[in-house]
């Protein structure tokens, strides 16, 4: 079994003294900054010159600055933008603030990975990747659970960027529900498969071909919507709790004997290699190859693929259907 990182292996006081600047207040970066800054630890947040952001990250109690001011101030700097920006940020704003000793940071490898950004020698470079959206990171570190994340050393310069790391993730409540160690190539690559094959893209093809499958055949949208999508969440709690045999436990032997006859026919040999040839896409730097000149030409397949996926006849269904939903409201 992997060794896994709790509280009592962390300690705050490495953070002790240093200034953390966050750069970027988005999903990830507004739960750093505030859980940190929660954590006793002193927090200054990085934004564009312009940003209307400024405004709100005082309005949570919080410090903002220019991202090149942020990053002279701090001693650690955690890169929380768009992993496509961050190239450009850290070139123009954040590589001529670096001194010896400093910290950098990131929450994903693929900048370092694909050799995007390439930190000098005498800077410590690490990262901590919370397994969860920032939302989630921040309401449980508010709950007090905390979200399970990964850490990596890139390049241990100060010979402390380990206490460092596990200092980090415990300032932002990671190490509460467990940590575990791993590398950059690790980290990207298992992440972007993740993301593609099954929690984002596998996922929400699976739901949109089995949504279709029953409307083509003439079912009711609204019945097709409640199989195929709604009770994808009640399911997957069920795994989240207790794996997959226990969702298997709870559903009638009817659907348990469907799922081992149907799934392996769903997921067959056939997507079985596909999903080797989007991990080679992966590793062999295809994916960011293609993700990177995707935004430097203005993303038009991007574009064209999110209007294609908000048009679809799922998503009107499913507004009119969660709009009678009175527990989603917020
Ligand atoms: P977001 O898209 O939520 O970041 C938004 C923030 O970045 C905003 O503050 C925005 O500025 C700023 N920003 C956007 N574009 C630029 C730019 N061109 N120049 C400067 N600032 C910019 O990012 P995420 O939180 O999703 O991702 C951050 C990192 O965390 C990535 O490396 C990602 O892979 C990683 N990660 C993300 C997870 C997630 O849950 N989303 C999960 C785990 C890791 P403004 O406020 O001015 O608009
Ligand atoms: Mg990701
Ligand atoms: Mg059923």
Redesign the pocket.
Known sequence: MVQMYYDKDANLEVLQGKKVAV?????????HAQSLQDSGVDVV?G??P????FK?VEADGLKALP?DEASKQADIIM?????E??K??YDTYIKENLVAGNSLV???G??VHFGQIVPPADVDVFLV?????????RRLYIDGVGIPGLFAIYQDASGKCRDKALAYAKGIGCTRAGVLETTFKEETET?LFGEQAVLCGGMTELVRAGFDTLVEAGYKPEIAYFECLHEMKLIVDLMYEGGIHNMRYSISDTAEYGDFVAGKRIINDDVRAEMKKVLRDIQDGTFAYNWLLENKVGRPRYSAAKNEGRNHLIEQVGEELRSKMAWLKK
């Open positions: 750069i970027g207040y988005g999903s990830q970066g507004h739960a947040v934004l564009r312009g940003s209307s952001t709100k991202i890169i929380l933008i768009p992993d920006n961050q450009e940020i990131f929450a994903h693929f900048n990747a919370p397994k969860g959206p920032g939302h989630m990171v992440d």
